[in-house]
Structures are given as C-alpha cells and as structure tokens.
C-alpha cells in the first residue's frame, strides 16, 4: 500500500523536473542506531514526506476506528499512542532544525505546514468515532486492572480529547477548529518576527573609543561580526553573546542605553515585526477557546493539567516569594546607586545602568568577574567533567561517534551507554550562535522512548545552546552561567537519556510543565561544588587546577542581586498570569497593561517606549502560557531535592539511585507530586531555597 503511494509520489515529481531520488524518509533509516541522515535530507523532502504521513496517519486512525472489535484498552489506548509513527519521524527532523539551523525555505514551508498540521490534528481530537471508543474504555476504567501508567495513558488520552473540543457540539466544533488553526498560525509569526527584528539590529562601530571597558576577546569577537558582513570596524547585535556582556561593560553610558532601548522596544514600535496586534489576538483567541471548552480563563484551562492545579496555587507562590524577596531586592538597588554614586554617578541608576554597576560592584565586593573564572571553563573540558559527573551518579558513558550525520559540522554526536556498557541513548550537542538558530538554550528530541513488544526503542536527544564561539586566538570560554546553563540543559538531557517507560507518549520529558524543570535545575547546584569542579576546571594556558579561592568567591557571589534577579522572574511569572486570567477580550494598550502587572515586582524605574510582551516568545510562541511561574515552582523543588543530595553526600550513590528510579525514569506516568514524595519522603517546601539564595 505505501509503496504504490511513494512511487506515484515520486512519479509526479520527476515529471515537475525536479530531480528527486529516494525520499529518505519513507525508508527505514540505515545509519548507527537508526539514527536520522541528515546528509541525505533535502528541503524538497519535507514536504511531500508531511504529506504522505499524514494521510497513513488517517489510515492508521481508521483502522482503530473501524474496529469491529469492541473498544478496549489495546485496541484502541495503545494503538492511538502507537500511531503517526512516521509523522513523528519527519516533523522531529523538521521542527528541530526550525529551531537550531532554519532559512528562508524552512519558515516557508512551517508556514505552509501550520494549518495543515493543526487541521490534521484537530480532525483525530474531534473525530467522534473516535472518541466514542476512547470514551468506552474510559468509562470501564475502575474495571481493567491498568497499572498506574496504564491509567495516566487513559486518562491523558480521555483529557486529550475534551481538552479539545471532543464533547462540543457541532457547531462549535467548528468554531474551535477555526480559532486553534487561528492561534497556531498568530504564534507561528510572532516567533518569526522575533527572530527577524532581533536580526535586524546591527549597530556597527567605527571608533573604539566607544568600546572602552570591553574585555579584548569581546572586542575580538565584534570584529569578526564586522568582517564577516563585509564591514570594517565593530559590529553590535542583539543576540545574547553580543548584547549581554557589552551591556555589562560598556563604560559609555550612550552606547549602553541605545542597545538597551534598540533591545527593550523590539517588535513593538510599528512597522512589518511589530507583535502588539499580534500578541492582543494571541490573548483573546485563547480566552475564546477556554471559554469555549467551559473554563473561565486560559489559566483556568491550562492549569488543570499541571502539578500547581489551579491559579489561587500559582499567586499564593508567586506571592509568598515576592514578600520573602522585594525588602533584599530593594537593599540590593540601595547599594548599586550607592556603588555609582561613589563612583561619581550624577544620576538614577537607569536599566541601561543596572548590568554595568552590578558588574563592577560584583568586581569590588567579591574580586570576581567572568573574565577570571573563563579561562577554566574551556568548552570541551566542561562537557567533559559534565559526562564524567553523570558517570558517578548513574554509571554511564559518553563517547563521540562521527559515523553518527550531524545537520552542521559543528553539531557532535555520542554514544551513550549505561552501568553495564549497553547502549542508552545517542546524544548531540550543538553549542554555538549561528543565523538561523534562534536564541537560548533547549533540550529536545530527535526521537523519544517506548516499549516495542519486549524490545526497548532507545531515545535521541540533543542540546542546542548559543555559546561564546571560539576566536581564532582562544578555543570556546564559558562564561559560569554558561556551565550553569550547559548543565541545566544537560539535565533536561538526562531526564530524556535515562527514561524507562512503556508508551511514547509519557516517557521522557513529556511530563506536566511544572515538573519539567527539575531535572534541569536541580544539576544547576553542583555548579558551585569544589569537589566537582576540582575534576574538570583546570587553566586551559597554564594546565592550572582552578584556585579554591575562587570558587569560594563564586559561590559567595551566587547570591549576589538574588533579590533582583527573583523579582523578574516574579515579573514575568505575573504577566504571564496577567495575560492568560483574563475574562474578557482586550483591545487597550499593551505597554500599560504590562506596567500594572509588572507594578508590585517594580525595583528600578519603569522606562517608556518599552515592554516585554511583544518579545516574551516563552508565553506568545512557546508551550508557557500561563505556565512561566513553573520556573520559580521548580526552583523550589529543585533546592528541596537536592538539600537531600547536600545531606547523604553531592555524588552519593544511593541518592542519585532514588533520583533516578523516582524521577528521572519515569517520565509522566504518575502525577509529579506522587513521584516526587517517593524520592523525598515528603512534600517540599520553600525553606531550602530561602536558604540558598541566603534569604533565611
Ligand atoms: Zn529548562
């Protein structure tokens, strides 16, 4: 059957003179662990590749449907979690590099796609056949005998459905499908205009006099920006490895306050990529949709499915936190203007300021900046003791595999394997800026985990981040919240390599939004560990182990602006919230709408002519919508977890054990709270991150 449809597939292509060979996707890959031939995909291949698997999509839907069987848990659970294996296949290779190497040719065809694809999906969630079945099994659901992931699968799939409309009427079936092809489509090109406006932006510098304060290697790097767009001089971005370090060391004040406006005014002063009509459709569509499915808010939708469960949870956090840090945020900003004031600052410290004097106070009280701590952290040398750590906790090993394709040159590629020297997983890393990968640091996966029969299907994981490249004088130096971020994202690796469970679509990272970054952060606090750095840390000059002064000194200024820096992440967790609990559609003014969320986390002055929202891509074209707050929700677990690593030793064994059969194993086949109670003994609480951050 799909073999005749390829050969018609191909046959109408050859005859539209493109020369086309074998779609690789339609063939079983053959490289190392079946890993995907990037060498061998072509954008033509997508296309055509969506297509077809869409259509055996259908057939496989079909199939349960018509069924002549009664519905049960096999036939109809456990095949649905089982199809669309091959739309699986192509959009893991297409939408991981609509994030990490995409062009002109890849946004056009995830235009072209975006309704497609939501059409597709929309017509399985309301196909009612369909649901009929789900439902059958889910109403005998006391009576099957499922084991604990059995019953999630179920009801994960029953919620799937009238999470979508399933039990709407037929009318508003429709009106549902139009308004989620809608949504997918406003989010899509709020995240393009994003990346185009930030892209935009070049701010070339023709007399160094500006650049004073820039340590050398920064200065090296914005050269060759400049020469490599043909340009003499240095070229400015607003991409993070520009923007972030020369707003920290910029002495002119000019200079920092137009990156500062250029960065904080994106995509909201008119013209073609401005997000504020966008972003207030994003909004109201959303609350159309929950107050279609019969919730009051977005929020109210959202947070059913998440550990938090209800947004009276999700203030009372954000709330708690926000009393327990505003008094030492305000300190904080007492002593900064102070530090410029003596430093003869004739003026308020300003935002284009705050990054600047922080800096250099950070400097004064600790003796510490990042260009004293880079030299130890060489890339390759931190990827190494990052392996080497998940060696001691979990057994298990990395060990690059060039046969595996990478889809550029500078993506490497591992084998992983476990205690017993048994294949785990394959891992990629994908360290540094290019055009065409967007900002930030992320964890995906190329292909997940699940039980064939007896035979476990292993997962692929990949890390993509946006680190200091290499210049052609020094090899890549992180900078400490570099490592921070390396092993955060690690973390999220770890939870994608290690997973054990039986359906793909629980295991892994596929856990409640709330959850997910526990894993991640909780490896964020071996950062600061001697006994960890001492293994990898060395001089990359001089072969020198890094000093134990100095990492005293780092973990000391750990907490330095720990106020400030809780409060816009607090900020954020309140717009957010702000946006998604409204209960009626807004037109008014973005910008004073964001001011009054923002208002009571307000630490220094609120400039005009900026916002946050046409940019907050986590919210607006991201999975955060009303889920942002889970950051500061797993920080809190993430600090209880490992107060018990603190206690039974940083690299003990049997903790690690827990930690992995509870949690990183499991995927989301329980509910986090009765996973998390299995490892910890108890629910968490907030005292150890008041305690780390030195609050208590
Ligand atoms: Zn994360």
Redesign the pocket.
Same mark, same amino acid.
């Given at each position: 059957m799909l073999k005749s449809k390829i050969i018609i597939c191909m046959a109408s292509l050859t005859m539209a003179g493109t020369t086309l060979a074998v779609n690789p996707f339609f063939e079983t890959y053959k490289t190392p662990h079946q890993t995907i031939p990037f060498n061998e995909i072509k954008t033509e291949h997508y296309m055509p590749a969506f297509e077809e698997a869409m259509k055996q999509h259908d057939k496989e839907i079909d199939a349960i449907v018509n069924n002549p069987k009664a519905p049960n848990f096999e036939n109809t659970i456990v095949a649905l979690d089982n199809s669309g294996e091959m739309l699986t296949k192509v959009a893991s290779v297409f939408y991981n590099l609509l994030s990490a190497e995409t062009n002109d040719d890849l946004q056009a065809i995830a235009q072209e796609l975006s309704p497609k694809m939501s059409e597709h999906s929309n017509a399985i969630r309301l196909n009612e056949k369909l649901f009929a079945r789900v439902k059958a099994v889910y109403d005998q659901k006391d009576k099957l005998k499922l084991n604990p992931e059995q019953q999630t699968l179920l009801k994960d799939t029953y919620d799937g459905f009238a999470d979508n409309g399933a039990n709407l009427s037929d009318a508003d079936k429709t009106v549902y499908r139009e308004l989620s092809k809608e949504l997918d489509m406003l989010t899509l090109t709020y995240g393009q205009n994003v990346l185009k406006e930030t892209n935009k932006y070049q701010l070339l510098i023709t007399n160094k006099d500006l650049l004073k304060g820039l340590p050398a290697d920064l200065t090296d790097m914005l050269a060759e920006n400049a020469k490599k767009a043909g340009k003499e001089g240095w070229l400015i971005n607003l991409k993070t490895t520009s923007y972030v370090p020369v707003m920290k060391y910029a002495d002119n004040r000019d200079l920092r306050r137009e990156l500062y406006m250029a960065n904080a005014s994106k995509c909201m002063v008119g013209g073609e990529y401005d997000n504020r009509e966008i972003l207030r459709k994003i909004a109201n569509t959303r609350l159309k949709i929950a107050n279609l499915l019969g919730h009051k808010s977005y929020a109210d939708y959202v947070l059913v499915h998440r550990m938090a469960e209800n947004k009276k949870n999700v203030y009372d956090l954000l709330n708690k936190l926000l009393a327990a840090y505003k008094p030492e945020a305000e300190k904080e900003y007492a002593e900064v203007q102070a530090y410029a004031d003596k430093n003869g600052a004739y003026f308020k410290v300003q935002p284009w300021d705050w990054s600047y004097y922080s800096e250099k106070l950070k400097a004064e009280k600790y003796d510490l900046n990042d260009e004293m701590t880079k030299p130890y952290f060489e890339l390759e040398k931190v990827r190494k003791g990052i392996f080497d750590l998940a060696g001691r906790l979990y057994g298990i090993k990395f060990k690059e595999n060039t046969d595996i394709q990478v889809y550029n040159p500078e993506v490497k590629a591992y084998d992983v394997t476990d205690e017993n020297g048994k294949y785990l997983a394959v891992y990629y890393a994908d360290n540094h800026p290019r055009d065409g990968k967007r900002a930030g640091a992320?964890?995906n996966d190329m292909k997940g985990q699940w039980m064939e029969g007896k035979k476990d299907s292993r997962p692929h994981i990949v890390n993509v981040t946006n680190f200091t490249r290499p210049t052609s004088t020094k090899p890549a130096l992180l900078t400490f919240d570099e490592v921070t971020t390396m092993l %955060?994202?690690f973390g %999220?690796g770890l939870h994608g390599m290690l997973t054990k469970c039986q359906y793909k679509s629980l295991s892994g990272t596929s856990v409640y939004r709330d959850f997910?970054?526990l894993p991640?952060?909780i490896m964020e606090n071996w950062a600061v560990e001697k006994e960890f750095l001492d293994n990898f840390a060395v001089n990359y000059q001089t072969g020198e182990k890094i000093p134990a002064e100095l990492i005293k000194k780092i973990k000391d200024s750990e907490n330095f602006n720990a106020g400030n820096l809780c409060l816009r992440q607090l900020s954020f967790g309140l717009l957010d919230l702000k946006w998604h609990t409204l209960e009626t559609p807004f037109e008014g003014d973005v910008v004073s709408f964001e001011k009054e969320a923002m208002n009571a986390t307000q630490i220094l002055p609120v400039i005009e002519n900026t916002a946050m929202s046409p940019t907050f891509s986590h919210i607006f074209s991201g999975g955060y919508a009303a889920g942002y707050y889970s950051y500061k929700w797993a920080e809190v677990l993430d600090a209880d977890a490992y107060s018990v690593f603190q206690k039974n030793g940083i690299f003990d064994n049997k903790t690690a054990a827990s930690f992995r059969k509870n949690i990183l194993e499991k995927g989301g086949t329980e509910h986090p709270m009765v996973l998390y109670k299995r490892f910890r003994g108890q629910e968490p609480t907030i005292d150890a991150l008041l305690k780390r951050n030195g609050i208590k």
């Open positions: 992320w964890m %955060h994202e %999220h997910v970054e991640s952060q």
